[in-house]
């Protein structure tokens, strides 16, 4: 589990259509990690990776996105 101290914005659509479309990411895996990650208060890529649903150059890949975003 990975909580965070304080509440984080639901992840956006556009970061929803990045991990299905760009990383390829299976609409039930992100369902499950859309859940887990307002469960538990905590970002989305972070979940995500914990559950094994993104390795870690994955997770590089969707960080790097986010940063782009900004």
Request: hydrophobic share 40%; net charge negative.
């Amino acid at each position: 589990m990975v909580a965070c101290s304080h509440p984080q914005p639901p992840p956006s659509r556009a970061l929803q259509h990045f991990l299905q479309r760009q990383i390829g990411l299976s609409p039930e895996a992100l369902e499950l990690g859309l859940r887990q990650a307002e469960l538990e208060q905590s970002p989305l890529p972070i979940v995500l990776w914990s559950f094994g649903l993104l390795n870690l150059e994955q997770l590089q890949q969707v960080l790097d996105w986010l940063e782009g975003q900004g």
